[in-house]
């Protein structure tokens, strides 16, 4: 159960990246900071490996029922915990409680592109029946922040505004 979990958690990350390479009002959220490549960078890794979970779950033999399981409580635990995070910064920061400007927040929360209809969509097929990662090509993807990201010899450009 603890590999269907992770290859599950896997197709989270792998998504949420995805979703912060191609989304213009995703990317926005990062900012223009002097951590923006580095972000960039890990989403793109988190989409090159996006099958790894995955593919060693299936080579041992992992059931299509467990795997389903594994994103159920993948997805209770992922979501339980920003809720319990979410609380207990608020508590922790009693300026930061105000309700005005929480409601604020729920409401734009509600329109955030990492939680959109189209990646609560995606996130839903890892319990299709014969999913499997590649199915969200993502050659494109890699390719343009593979050339974004890395000069000809290979190393990364660190640079803002990427």
């Known amino acids: 159960?603890?590999?269907?979990?992770?290859?599950?958690?896997e197709h989270y990350t792998a998504t949420f990246a995805e979703i912060i390479l191609t989304s213009d009002e995703?990317?926005?959220?990062?900012?223009?900071?002097?951590?923006?490549p580095i972000l960039l960078w890990h989403a793109l890794e988190e989409c090159e490996h996006k099958a790894v979970a995955f593919d060693v779950y299936e080579t041992v033999g992992g059931s299509e029922r467990t795997r389903v399981w594994g994103m159920r409580?993948?997805?209770?635990?992922?979501?339980?915990?920003?809720?319990?995070?979410?609380?207990?910064?608020?508590?922790?920061?009693r300026s930061a409680y105000n309700p005005v400007r929480l409601l604020r927040s729920l409401r734009a929360f509600r329109h955030n592109?990492?939680?959109s209809p189209a990646a609560i969509a995606r996130f839903r097929s890892y319990?299709?029946?014969?999913f499997h990662p590649d199915d969200w090509d993502s050659a494109e993807i890699l390719e343009r922040?593979?050339?974004?990201?890395?000069?000809?010899?290979?190393?990364?450009?660190v640079r803002s505004g990427v």
């Open 1 to 9: 159960m603890r590999l269907a979990v992770t290859a599950a958690l």
């Open 127 to 130: 319990t299709r029946a014969g």
């Open 113 to 115: 592109p990492l939680f």
């Open 145 to 157: 922040w593979t050339k974004e990201l890395f000069d000809a010899d290979g190393g990364q450009q």
């Open 73 to 93: 409580i993948a997805s209770l635990l992922l979501f339980s915990e920003l809720v319990i995070q979410t609380t207990r910064s608020l508590a922790g920061d």
């Open 26 to 36: 995703a990317q926005e959220l990062i900012g223009d900071t002097e951590v923006r």
